[in-house]
């Protein structure tokens, strides 16, 4: 989802281009290898598919720009930031889990996080929030996709998850399992 | 499908009152502004990246899937799921198709959570593209070490859900 920060209307991106030519190749790949009626079939499974998931995908994309404009990215930095222990985990599985947009925008946000003193093992639960449990993806694509049944099942056996990553991260570093500082010399491409 | 549908433009409508109490209008055009620009950025990507998970799915042995990681395969078959899903290409465009397609031939609904899980947190594409070159390789591996265990926690877990409140989920049928 990168690349759509673009203000000058619509452009055909690289990625555009990466997913077009998958497209292509699957969908040859698809009629040579398993007959044309097989492509059919996912051509009809498809337009199903879209019909069934643009009205959702429509509001989901606007929950997100709700969100981004409701939820300013310094403040969840400052208080990420200054926070560690027990809250600092918590804190930052509740932030990961409301945080809205694509690798593009919290992998800048956890660095600078990083460089600014917040603990690896907050981060750890930050990402693994972000990424299991995160609402933006939750509402625009799994319950789109998976239905609403699904989705509440995965999140609520998920919801422990964050914590349970950071504790884990938290012990490798106390064991000197693992040790180290945060390397400035990665510039964030933000 | 019809109540996803109304909770999801309940919250919008619920999100878009809080903006106008907060900050007025300027606030509703500027969240609008924004989805129509992630929009604008979709309109070619997510019908191809659709079509490539729809393709892609009638190409997978989706029996050789089903039998893998289907509803009786138990833990062996969580285990399975979580490494698989590591593997996965792409962001939530593919990666939801395609489990919903695997589903859909057949696998249990605790695998498909831990498929899922482990796409979430392995995504081997997003380590390398994002995550080592901005953090390093050392955070990665702490972050993966600490992580190896929750998809398949996650996959038993909802075993243990769906056996003990005995509610079937089910794909709903788009076929």
Redesign the interface.
Known sequence: ?S?????A??R??R??MV??G??LV??L??LV??GQD??M??????V???L??L????????????????VSRESIARVLGSQSGWRGLVLASGIGMVCPG???TS??L??AL?LAGAD??V??SF??AW??IGLN?L????????????AV??F???LP?PL???L??RW??AKSI?R?E??SQ?G??S | ?I???V???T??LA??L??LQ??GGE?LA??????G????????????????G??????LPEAVMANSIGPDTGIAGILLASVLGGFIPG???IS??M??FI?QGGAG?PQ??AL??GW??F?FH?VL???T????W??S???L???C??PP??GL??LG??TLVD?P?T??E??
């Not at chain 1, 690349?3 to 203000?7: G, N, Q």
């Not at chain 2, 500027?30 to 989805?35: F, L, R, T």
């Open positions: 989802m690349d759509t920060k673009s203000k209307g619509f055909f991106t990625t555009d997913f077009t998958l497209a699957s969908g790949a698809c290898v398993a097989a492509f079939r996912a051509v009809a499974g498809l199903e598919l879209a069934m998931v009205p959702q995908l429509a509001a989901g994309l606007l929950i997100g720009g709700l969100i981004q404009h409701l694509g690798p593009f992998f800048p956890v660095h990083w690896a093992s981060l750890v990402l693994t990424t299991v993806r509402l625009v694509w799994e319950i789109p996709f998976m239905g609403t049944d699904f099942l995965r609520i056996v998920s998850l349970l990553s950071g884990i991260a490798l570093l693992m180290f945060p390397s990665n964030a491409r | 499908m109540w996803s549908l909770f999801m433009w919250l919008v999100l878009g809080l903006m907060r900050k606030g500027a969240s609008g502004q924004y989805a620009r992630q929009a604008t950025g979709l309109i070619i990507r997510l019908p191809m990246a659709l079509a490539a729809a393709f892609l799915a009638e190409l962001g939530p465009m939801f198709p489990a919903l589903w609904t498909i959570v899922m899980t979430s947190v995504a997003r593209a994002y995550e070159p901005m953090m390093g050392r955070f591996a702490l972050r070490a600490a992580s265990l929750l926690i996650a877990l909802a859900v769906t509610i989920i794909t709903t788009v076929f």
